[in-house]
């Protein structure tokens, strides 16, 4: 149980374009959806935090015109990294909790791998 | 501001021998996950602890940890190449501006197993 489907696991696209990632929890409501941004041989920075049915908060130092999210339902999340250049090109990680208290852990998506050429 | 602290962030060891990760966390926290992490790939959980003294163990890993220090270990018993992986530590807290409990992750400890 609790899976989180991240899809597309790899995006090889142009500058300039951009790009959708969708997070799906498959066999739970997810009331809160993360997502996170690793760099080579680095941690996960968390971007922002999306609650169901509202707008999402992100983290000091990320723009919410270049990576917009949407959590229009309980299921579903999506970051859209909007006319990516080659410096968006990073390792992306969504996750999901059951509810907004800490005792459901989170569950983490496969990630998905953006190069912008 | 909450700071996780991981150590050592490399760790190259032979097949066989024993090692300890440490974490240390600046803030009184509710509880404490280790993942692992493969190569191109997402986290895998490992390990959640909850109270002061919990200790888990899963194959030839087990974790504990102790909230007065506010420290957690990972270790590692006879070490094999398969354990190769980054390992993270993170803490899970309420985050007031944000109204959720958020995950706060370590740098991580990048480990080489070697035969």
């Known amino acids: 149980g609790a899976v989180v489907s991240q899809h597309p696991s790899r995006v090889i696209c142009k500058s300039g374009t951009s790009v959708k990632i969708e997070c799906r929890s498959l066999d739970f409501q997810a009331t809160t959806m993360f997502w996170y941004r690793q760099f080579p041989k680095q941690s996960l920075m968390l971007m922002a935090t999306?609650?169901?049915?509202?707008?999402?908060?992100?983290e000091q130092g990320v723009e919410k015109d270049k990576f917009l999210i949407n959590h229009a339902s309980l299921t579903l999340s999506t970051l859209t990294v909007t006319s990516a250049h080659p410096e968006d090109s990073s390792f992306y990680i969504c996750?999901?909790?059951?509810?907004?208290?800490?005792?459901?852990?989170?569950?983490f998506g496969d990630g998905t791998r953006l190069s912008i050429l | 501001e909450l700071k996780v602290e991981q150590n050592p962030l490399f760790l190259s060891m032979q097949e066989g021998k024993n090692y300890t990760i440490y974490c240390n966390y600046s803030t009184t926290s509710d509880r404490l996950y280790w993942y692992r992490q493969d190569p191109g790939k997402s986290l895998e959980s490992l390990f959640v602890?909850?109270?002061?003294?919990a200790v888990k163990q899963e194959g030839r890993l087990m974790a504990s940890l102790d909230t007065k220090a506010r420290l957690s270990t990972l270790h590692i018993t006879a070490a094999v190449h398969d354990l190769s992986a980054t390992y993270f530590c993170a803490v899970d807290m309420l985050r007031s501006g944000a109204g959720s409990y958020q995950l706060t992750f370590g740098k991580g400890t990048k480990l080489s197993v070697i035969p």
């Open positions: 602890l909850l109270s002061n003294g």
């Open positions: 999306s609650n169901e049915g509202s707008k999402a908060t992100y």
């Open positions: 996750s999901a909790r059951r509810g907004a208290r800490g005792n459901q852990p989170q569950h």
